[in-house]
């Protein structure tokens, strides 16, 4: 996917932007926003107001029914445009998805294995089940999971991430994703989904559907803001028969003018949020995307706003994906140089992580130099997993590591035994939280390397901000408690889980959802799964399994699992921003109304000027400028539904006390200072 | 303000304070079934479900608890409507006062089902001992019980989890009424009593006045309206007398209830303001007092159970600082001398005493009228139309914020709950999740409940007083020229709607037009709130109960209480501030123009 990010107001985006404001004129499309329709009603009565002006009959000057009348329809095409705008974001996003789609071949084989006959079929004919071959630099048609071979695939265009990843059959790293391309050697794929329900196509449904499906807290706002109309419908509805009786009794003016109803009725429904809103939803789902996070629904971006307990793998998550040795612990009569030097020659041909932390810590501590691999004439045992060690046959000498089980069997098979005072460093070991490996020469045990678990930098600070932000974090882990503990104890996590099953797992969440609480847990492997389906947000990362994303609401393609945290602030981000711009909605009346009520009144009861406190030039220009405001305030709020309300891990007390200060007040005084603006420059323009 | 009237409202709320919290507490045990009085009356309350056929344990879906309400309210309504219309041909009827107009009795049975307590009709030329007792006492009795048995369901849609029932409606009402209404106006009426106030069987005596009264009768028509000039004032002819007729009635007994229960219909036309009513100081402070107790205790009966009592003190906060507010206007602004009459040399430091009790005098009668209009009682101890503009204005505002500070026993905590649950609704989306309230996660159905419930009052309240200035019905019964005549229009749905039933006076209500106008308002204005509010109730019942934790907007502080406060001050203003704006606001900028 491509990663350049548009300016809020790129040209490339605010032409077309611009057209679809006025596309959106169709009372079908305005039907489905009730409070922009009822403007939308209001801008052509004013309209037939003034064409009625023009023929001689008009309640008001034509002038002045014809600026408001054009200011209503700014109302509601600035609205639009908010929609079209961030619209139109989105389709630049699915565009760039849609090119993945380019027509590709496929070598479809006619049996389960790479040696098969095959035929080539377009890649839009393959259904579920059917195997495909593919070699280097061969796109992958169809999303799927390898059954056969080993290979590089370069999956920048889905995650942005331009490093090659390895897919393999078997295990947690079979997936693959169609439109990703294979770098070297070659797979056989088993295609697991039909055309038009790939991994690609459910992203550009949802990209260009996002402004379709209200998320549940939209609809209830919406609900709000309907039901204000209908009141605020009524108020100014009955204005009109209150103002012909005060005519009545004070045998004075003339009753308020239809246009200053509809004038007023404008202000005074929510139209800055009501304009904004679909906006805000469709630039939230933007935002996940440019996340690199894909959810199946607007409703799950939401519930993440919610997610009390989050549950975290502790491997790559909380701790690096490594181990690294820290300490060399020699047994009783040997000394740490000599352990040091046995686990460096074990470890010289061991590649892994674990083993380059070995040479490092010996290089270290006792500046123990590489030897050369070729002169030392050595033979390296490898890992396996019959054997669980490695280590190299040296000088007639055996050294070898492993885990403790393992070097015990080595040694005692080979007529040694394991010292107590080894078992005793290898129980103390564990509880610190680290993993230890025993090194052995021969039949004698040299002692022990103790690997530990190195915790993401930063990640207590992320920890903390959550605990602020009222978010419990849970641990999961394979390790005994006591690793755990110890783990849990050095990352600040609230709690942990400790020997984790995929069923105790289960079990965690059920607890906490049936004490009210909303779970949101990351996985990747087949056995997350069932997790996966009962959390309430549930990330499966891009590299998973099928299983694993078919279980979870969305798909982090970046597979990186802090990414939840992210996930969550967008969700607020969301709600925030609908709250703050609603806030200050309500807010905007009260100065409409000191700027309405008497121009609407002053010719029945001159006293009513004592309310004109903003002192507005004239009745007309204090009504223009009131639904002038009303309207460009839409426009100056875009940039804030598109960005949303920035959220900051305040605790809620704070953080309320703040935005109802920034919003309510804020739209309790800006309209007073923003109508006397436009007042000012209406009447030094003399229009009014 | 004085040091006296300073005074009293310090007593006042110190002495309340006090009050609610053990009654609040109190009725809680006696909601759910617990306590000393369920154990001692748990015998008659068994006899009485035996005997009407009802089975105590079995629950009630919402729907179900409605329509049981809105069933007993309708069987009420008739009962008080037969009760007027066969009156002469029924016992306890010295004055043999004749069957009550049909709409008029329409009107009163509406009224008293939905405790409101308007009053078109004046008591002592109208009802008979009977009537009174039989159909306005009872339904005090029972109006207040409905309203407090439909919060204590919307609280037990707070404490319940995953539950399909909100209680049962028949046991709600038998308990509410056995254990605290009856008891507490029984001791009630004795104190008042004790006072003064009268309670007899007896024919209405005529006594010769020492002074000899003159005063000017107004004319009415033929049509029994009140003539008029061609000025639109009202035409009078000079009258003495020395004669004088005192009512007499089983007054005490419907007082305290009348009080207690937020109902406000007096049973002499003059309402509290009558000696036989409301005798002395010390019985119009215990009468000020008892229109909040139950209002205020049931706050605290809501923090107990839900089980989180800060809960319940902090709406008990929002609204003991609105009403301190208000009633700080009304007594400052009474307080003041009208300027019209001062410049005809009268000494304005005496304040305004037009159409004041001088028992009680400007600061008891400036809080009372604060009290009374906030509690949706009605009840009155001077004319709210001979305030000054701004102390008028005091009454009005107070109706168009909903009832809902304090407001009427049951109906003041189930509106003020659901303004809660919209400050709630849109504070809460401001810190990022999905807004809840008392555990409950706020969703898109129970917004469209609490929406209907406030929208339906001010709908009715504007609709109604647009089509009275409409039709000539409704202009004729307008006795003040100008904007004053428009805020007693205005003031009249308000309290209808709302369902307060104090009169501005100067409108002359009892006609069938404003009868059948004001019945609508009283009943929609009663159940177009109950039913969503139950409703409500129900879905939250129904919804699990969420956990707080640091990231749950805490609804017990006073970020809280201002926020709530806001939302209700908010709301009542965008809805009314058009129409104020042509009434009360129109005669205060009038009057003090220069």
Redesign the interface.
């Known amino acids: 996917m491509s990663h350049k990010t548009l300016a809020m107001f790129d040209p490339v985006l605010v032409k077309p932007a611009i057209v679809d404001s006025f596309k959106k004129l169709n009372p079908v499309v305005q039907w489905r926003n009730p409070v922009m329709f009822v403007v939308f009603v209001g801008s052509i009565l004013t309209t037939a107001l003034w064409v009625q002006a023009l023929a001689g009959q008009g309640e008001a000057p034509a002038g002045f029914i014809l600026a408001v009348a054009l200011w209503l329809w700014f109302t509601v095409l600035f609205a639009n445009f908010a929609e079209a705008l961030a619209e139109g974001r989105s389709k630049a996003q699915a565009a760039s998805l849609r090119s993945l789609k380019k027509e590709t071949w496929a070598k479809k084989l006619k049996g389960p294995h790479a040696t098969a006959e095959w035929i080539t079929v377009p890649a839009t004919e393959l259904r579920k089940g059917d195997l495909v071959l593919v070699h280097a630099n061969e796109t992958i048609p169809a999303d799927g999971e390898v059954i056969e071979g080993v290979a590089s695939v370069d999956e920048s265009a889905i995650t942005g991430e331009s490093a090659p990843v390895i897919r393999e059959s078997g295990g947690d790293f079979s997936a693959v994703t169609g439109g990703t391309r294979v770098l070297s050697d070659w797979i056989v794929v088993r295609v697991t989904v039909n055309p038009g329900e790939t991994f690609v196509d459910r992203m550009i449904a949802m990209v260009e559907s996002a402004k379709r499906q209200k998320t549940?807290?939209e609809?209830?706002?919406t609900?709000?803001l309907?039901?204000l109309t209908?009141?605020?419908l009524?108020?100014?509805?009955?204005?009109l028969?209150?103002?012909?009786?005060?005519v009545d009794?004070?045998k004075a003016g003339t009753p308020v003018t239809i246009t200053t109803l509809i004038a007023?009725l404008v202000c005074?429904i929510p139209t800055t949020i009501a304009g904004l809103l679909s906006a805000i939803g469709v630039a939230g789902m933007s935002r996940m995307m440019q996340a690199n996070v894909i959810a199946t629904s607007g409703r799950a971006v939401?519930?993440a706003?919610?997610v009390?307990v989050l549950l975290l793998d502790k491997t790559g998550t909380i701790t690096l994906g490594n181990r690294q040795a820290s300490g060399f612990l020699p047994a009783d009569g040997v000394r740490e140089a000599d352990l040091a030097s046995a686990a460096q020659l074990a470890s010289l041909a061991d590649e892994t992580p674990e083993g380059r932390s070995i040479m490092v810590l010996a290089k270290q501590k006792f500046n123990l130099r590489e030897r050369d691999i070729q002169s030392l004439e050595a033979q390296f045992i490898h890992f396996s997993a019959q054997t669980r060690m490695s280590g190299v046959d040296v000088h007639g000498k055996q050294i070898r590591k492993g885990a403790a089980d393992a070097i015990r069997k080595h040694v005692e098979d080979l007529g040694g035994s394991m010292p107590m005072s080894v078992l005793g460093i290898v129980e103390d070991v564990a509880r610190r939280g680290s993993t230890p490996l025993v090194v052995s020469e021969g039949t004698k045990v040299l002692g022990v390397v103790e690997l530990k678990d190195i915790v993401k930098g930063g990640i207590k600070e992320r920890f903390a901000e959550l605990?602020?932000?009222?978010?419990?974090t849970i641990m999961i882990t394979g390790d005994n408690r006591l690793t755990a503990a110890a783990i849990a104890a050095e990352a600040g996590v609230d709690d942990f889980l400790a020997e984790a099953t995929p069923e105790a797992k289960l079990a965690l969440i059920r607890q906490h959802q049936s004490?009210?609480?909303l779970v949101a847990m990351t996985g990747d492997g087949t056995n997350d799964a069932p997790a996966l389906a009962q959390a309430d947000v549930a990330v499966a990362m891009n590299t998973g399994t099928q299983a694993a994303k078919e279980a979870g609401n969305m798909v982090d393609l970046d597979s990186n699992p802090t990414k939840l945290i992210e996930v969550v602030e967008t969700?607020?981000?969301m709600?925030?921003t609908?709250?703050?711009l609603?806030?200050f909605s309500?807010?905007n009346?009260?100065a409409k109304?000191f700027a309405i009520?008497p121009a609407a009144?002053v010719t029945t009861?001159p006293?009513?000027e004592?309310?004109n406190i903003m002192h507005l030039a004239s009745p007309a220009s204090a009504i223009l400028s009131a639904v002038i405001f009303n309207a460009l305030i839409i426009m100056f709020l875009i940039p804030l539904a598109l960005k949303g309300v920035r959220?900051r891990p305040l605790?809620?007390?704070v953080?309320?006390?703040k935005?109802?200060l920034v919003?309510?007040l804020g739209g309790l005084v800006a309209p007073f200072i923003g109508i006397k603006i436009i007042d000012l420059l209406i009447a030094g323009v003399g229009l009014a | 303000m004085s040091n006296h009237a300073w005074l009293l409202l310090g007593l006042y709320l110190v002495i309340l304070l006090a009050l609610v919290r053990p009654v609040g507490s109190y009725m809680a045990d006696v909601m759910e079934g617990r306590g000393f009085a369920v154990r001692l009356g748990g015998r008659f309350e068994s006899l009485l479900y035996r005997l009407s056929g009802i089975r105590q344990d079995e629950e009630m879906s919402w729907l179900k608890y409605a329509l049981a309400i809105l069933f007993f309210n309708v069987l009420g309504v008739i009962a008080v409507y037969a009760l007027q219309r066969l009156q002469i041909w029924l016992p306890l009827n010295p004055q043999a006062m004749a069957a009550v107009t049909p709409d008029s009795s329409f009107n009163t049975g509406i009224s008293f089902a939905t405790n409101t307590n308007w009053q078109g009709y004046s008591g002592e030329s109208t009802m008979s001992y009977l009537t009174q007792m039989l159909g306005l006492a009872v339904q005090n009795f029972f109006s207040a019980a409905t309203g407090i048995v439909v919060v204590i369901a919307l609280i037990r849609g707070f404490a319940r989890?995953t539950a399909k029932t909100i209680g049962n409606a028949w046991v709600d009402l038998t308990r509410i009424t056995l254990y605290v209404l009856l008891p507490i106006s029984f001791v009630y009426a004795i104190f008042l009593v004790s006072q003064g106030a009268i309670q007899n069987f007896d024919a209405y005596k005529d006594v010769t006045t020492i002074e000899v009264t003159k005063y000017d009768n107004p004319k009415n028509g033929p049509d029994g309206q009140p003539l008029k000039d061609e000025k639109g004032n009202p035409v009078t002819e000079p009258a003495e007398t020395q004669m004088q007729t005192l009512p007499m009635g089983p007054v005490a007994s419907q007082e305290a209830i009348k009080m207690l229960g937020t109902n406000g219909g007096g049973f002499f036309n003059a309402n509290s303001a009558h000696p036989y009513e409301n005798p002395t100081p010390l019985s119009n402070f215990v009468q000020m007092l008892s229109i909040f107790l139950i209002p205020g205790a049931l706050c605290l009966t809501f923090g107990k159970m839900v089980g989180d009592r800060r809960q319940g003190w902090a709406v008990l906060a929002a609204m003991t600082l609105m009403f301190a507010v208000m009633a700080f206007t009304a007594m400052h602004y009474e307080a003041q001398g009208n300027p019209v009459l001062s410049q005809f040399g009268i000494d304005p430091s005496a304040g305004n005493m037009e159409g004041k009790e001088t028992r009680f005098g400007i600061a008891d009668s400036g809080l009372f009228a604060t009290i009374t209009t906030l509690a949706s009682c009605g009840a009155v101890n001077g004319m709210h139309d001979s305030f000054m503009p701004m102390g008028g204005f005091v009454p009005l505002w107070n109706m168009m914020l909903g009832e809902v500070v304090f407001g009427g026993v049951g109906s003041g905590l189930y509106g003020m709950l659901v303004f809660a649950v919209?400050a709630v609704?849109?504070?809460?989306?401001?810190?990022?999740?999905?807004p809840e309230y008392i555990?409950k996660k706020?969703?898109?159905y129970?917004?469209?409940m609490?929406?209907?419930a406030?929208?339906v009052t001010?709908?009715l309240v504007?609709?109604l007083?647009?089509v009275a200035?409409?039709s000539a019905d409704g202009?004729a019964g307008v006795a003040n020229?100008?904007?004053h005549?428009?805020s007693e229009i205005l003031y009249a749905f308000t309290s209808a709607a709302n369902n307060n039933g104090s009169a501005f006076a100067g409108l002359s209500a009892n006609t069938p037009f404003y009868n059948v106008m004001t019945a609508i308002g009283m009943w929609f204005g009663r159940f177009g709130v109950i039913v969503p509010v139950l409703a409500l109730a129900g879905a939250l019942a129904a919804k699990?109960?969420?956990?707080a934790?640091?990231?749950?907007?805490?609804t017990h502080?006073p970020?809280f209480v201002v926020?709530l406060i806001?939302t209700v001050v908010?709301v009542g203003?965008?809805?009314y501030?058009?129409?104020l704006?042509?009434g009360p606001?129109?005669e205060h900028?009038?009057l003090f123009?220069h």
């Open positions: 549940p807290n609809i209830a706002l609900i709000l309907v039901a209908i009141v605020f009524v108020v100014t509805v009955t204005l028969p209150y103002s012909m009786f005060s009794v004070a007023l005074l939401e519930a706003g919610d009390d605990r602020r932000m009222g978010i419990r004490e009210g609480r969700g607020k981000q709600l925030m609908r709250g703050s609603t806030t309500i807010a009346d009260v109304y009520i009144f009861y006293q009513l004592a309310l959220y605790g809620a007390a953080l309320l006390r935005n109802l919003y309510g | 989890h919209m609704f849109i504070a809460g989306l401001m810190i990022g999740r999905t555990g706020i969703e898109a129970d917004m469209k609490v929406s209907i406030i929208l001010p709908i504007l609709a007083t647009a200035v409409m202009i020229p100008g904007a005549g428009f699990k109960r969420i956990t934790s640091a990231g749950t907007m805490p502080g970020l926020l806001g908010l203003a965008l809805n501030v058009p129409a704006a042509l606001v129109i900028l009038t123009a």
